[in-house]
């Protein structure tokens, strides 16, 4: 008998009384106004997120958003970027990179996470980048986690990840120190 | 395997004052800030509810969602894995590193690793094991086990790993600030990252419909890692599987709200196919689980999804640290699943929980914690573990209740203790006596008071 047909057997073996799956409907929180109620998730978790203005160009906001970055990589077409992350060879070439700016799919109200899925060569750039910027349409936010993930596909990629705020420890004393091993700031751009 | 009891390793924690004070109120500010979470969502409890049920069906449903997993999972072209124990789980581990000669292991936190003793059996081998979560890493270079399941170095103060980092990272001497000690660390580990091959996940959940493994981390070690090397190795116990992402709706609104007090992990993270050219195992690991679905007290053990909430409302582990539990998981669900494992190794764990509940009560998907540490207690004479003293107390007791005779008696003596001398009520063999005020008697019952003054009026 393989290992997977004892380990079922057992589980059969073992299992008593059963339980019904419950209906998952329930009447989850909504916000009267995503847009901002994402903005201020966002900066409670250590993050940022700011709307693009009529008329504002998206480039410059960047450049005034993080106007010391030196190396950035970007594949979403009209962003201006040193580096397009589809031509690197390895993952590890986009070590160094300080500013990643990447396209979001959607984001959640009640805890500023972004769906982003893989859409680049290399996934590392999300979290190698020293900063990141996600971009997502600023009429793509759901109210709730339930919502998220009706909404959340994958493509041929597999990787999906819904990031709210930047990478943090508390580690050490329960310290809150922002910027662990993945970006050290983020800034969501809503166009 | 400590043979110390909670008792014992609980005092010793507390001779350090200061450090035992800090201990417990940071946990309680985890604890607050989970509170204030939880009250702006005011479907919370329903939450709860929903999260309980979702399990008990999925664990009383546990061979029909793992096949369902392992074959959405194989379709997605991913390598399933079954472990009956331990042993089996690093076997696997070891083989696929062989297969890839890799000397290098980068890891992200997980506990059925830990519970599997996966590093001691790796570095025996030769590999090179690198935690990656900070608290991970500072307890591996110190060599020391993890204290909570989530802050895995919460007893260690800033000073030592400042100490730590000076010997190994070559930080500056007698600086223990946090971001520069972070930053220390982040510059070392990147470079293991990018040497990396291979690198190691735990799992917050398995999804069956569509065969990906969920995992939660602020530090995004595990994307580091598993984004890097091509070759990713996912450590899951059978228990982690969870119907859809529908179902996982619930889950991840309570995981992190629960356990540090955020509205979500920076990263949740969905690991659905393998790398392109790179290679995708999931260990599906048993352990003894299989055989806790057949015990009705403690199966809800099963439902647990480890996010250390019961520690930090547990009025003992605050005040006694996870060292004092003997069990590698400590708290509430720690003494429930040590009892689980080995009752006759892990038994005097029960002794740390005062039955106030406030588990339960904080517990997102209702674990009933403090039921379950009831009921191993009232069961400890049948595995020849009930304490002595205890057992001879309460027969007497019992004796006394069911003779009126004697429990009259008794009642009319009681107030002459209220005259003997405090050395004797307070003596060595009174273990109730330390850090208790017996208080006094009065001078007639209850009992006898209601005769005279109510009936006879």
Redesign the interface.
């Known amino acids: 008998m393989?290992?997977?047909e004892?380990?079922?057997k057992?589980?059969?073996?073992?299992?008593?009384?059963?339980?019904?799956?419950?209906l998952?409907t329930?009447?989850?929180?909504h916000y009267p106004d995503k847009v901002e109620q994402f903005i201020q998730?966002s900066k409670?978790?250590g993050g940022n997120a700011v709307v693009l203005r009529e008329g504002e160009d998206l480039n410059e906001l960047i450049r005034s958003l993080y106007p010391d970055a030196g190396k950035s990589a970007s594949n979403v077409p009209g962003i201006h970027a040193a580096i397009n992350p589809d031509d690197v060879r390895t993952?590890?070439e986009l070590?160094g990179i300080d500013l990643g700016i990447v396209q979001g799919v959607f984001g959640?109200a009640?805890?500023?996470?972004v769906w982003v899925v893989q859409n680049v060569k290399?996934?590392?750039l999300?979290?190698?980048s020293e900063y990141l910027v996600i971009l997502i349409d600023k009429d793509q936010i759901v109210d709730?986690?339930?919502e998220?993930?009706?909404k959340?596909a994958?493509n041929?990629?597999?990787?999906?990840?819904?990031?709210?705020?930047?990478?943090?420890?508390?580690?050490?004393?329960?310290?809150l120190?922002v910027?662990?091993?993945?970006?050290k700031g983020l800034t969501v751009i809503l166009r | 395997m400590k043979k110390e009891t909670h008792i014992h390793a609980a005092e010793r924690f507390l001779n350090n004052k200061k450090n035992a004070v800090w201990h417990d109120e940071t946990l309680w500010q985890t604890r607050a800030k989970r509170d204030r979470q939880a009250a702006l969502i005011p479907e919370w409890e329903q939450l709860r509810e929903l999260a309980s049920k979702i399990k008990m069906h999925t664990i009383t449903h546990l061979d029909h969602y793992l096949e369902q997993f392992a074959a959405a999972a194989e379709k997605n072209g991913a390598t399933v894995h079954w472990a009956k124990d331990a042993a089996e789980h690093n076997a696997i581990v070891l083989q696929i590193l062989q297969q890839h000669q890799a000397t290098q292991l980068v890891k992200s936190k997980s506990m059925l690793t830990e519970e599997c003793h996966l590093n001691p059996f790796l570095i025996e081998k030769g590999v090179d094991v690198v935690e990656s979560d900070l608290g991970e890493r500072i307890l591996q270079l110190m060599d020391i086990p993890p204290s909570h399941i989530v802050m895995p170095a919460i007893h260690i103060q800033r000073e030592a790993v400042g100490k730590l980092f000076e010997e190994k990272l070559n930080t500056e001497k007698g600086n223990a600030d946090p971001t520069y000690l972070t930053r220390a660390m982040r510059k070392s580990l990147r470079q293991k990252f990018l040497a990396s091959t291979v690198a190691m996940t735990g799992a917050n959940f398995g999804i069956a419909e569509t065969g990906d493994v969920v995992v939660c981390t602020n530090e995004g070690n595990a994307d580091m890692g598993t984004s890097i090397a091509k070759v990713h190795i996912v450590s899951m116990g059978i228990e982690k599987v969870i119907p859809s992402h529908d179902a996982l709706s619930v889950f991840v609104r309570l995981l992190a709200r629960s356990a540090t007090g955020q509205p979500s992990t920076s990263y949740t993270s969905h690991y659905q196919k393998p790398q392109k050219e790179g290679e995708l195992h999931i260990i599906l690991v048993d352990n003894g689980r299989s055989s806790i679905l057949a015990d009705k007290d403690h199966i809800q053990t099963l439902k647990c999804i480890r996010c250390g909430a019961c520690m930090n409302t547990c009025p003992v582990y605050r005040r006694s640290g996870g060292y004092s539990y003997s069990y590698f998981i400590p708290g509430p669900i720690g003494i429930n699943l040590g009892m689980l494992k080995a009752p006759k190794n892990y038994y005097t764990n029960l002794s740390a929980c005062t039955l106030c509940f406030s588990c339960n009560s904080v517990c997102p998907v209702q674990v009933d914690l403090g039921n379950q540490i009831y009921k191993w207690r009232q069961g400890l004479d049948s595995i020849g573990k009930a304490n002595r003293t205890k057992k001879v107390m309460s027969d007497g007791m019992r004796m006394m209740f069911k003779q009126s005779g004697i429990y009259h008696a008794a009642l009319k003596a009681a107030p002459l203790i209220n005259l003997m001398p405090r050395a004797l009520i307070y003596c060595k063999a009174d273990k109730w006596g330390i850090g208790r005020e017996l208080p006094q008697f009065a001078k007639q019952s209850f009992n006898s008071w209601w005769k005279k003054e109510v009936l006879k009026k």
Not at chain 1, 13 to 21: N, R
Not at chain 1, 161 to 170: L, N, V
Not at chain 1, 179 to 183: I, M, N
């Open positions: 393989s290992n997977k004892e380990i079922l057992n589980i059969r073996l073992h299992t008593q009384e059963t339980y019904e799956m419950p998952i329930l009447d989850a929180i998730v409670s978790v993952s590890q070590n959640v009640e805890n500023g996470g290399e996934r590392s999300y979290f190698i709730n986690m339930h998220a993930y009706k959340a994958f041929d990629y597999g990787f999906g990840c819904f990031i709210s705020g930047p990478s943090k420890t508390a580690d050490i004393e329960q310290a120190v910027g662990a091993h993945g970006p």
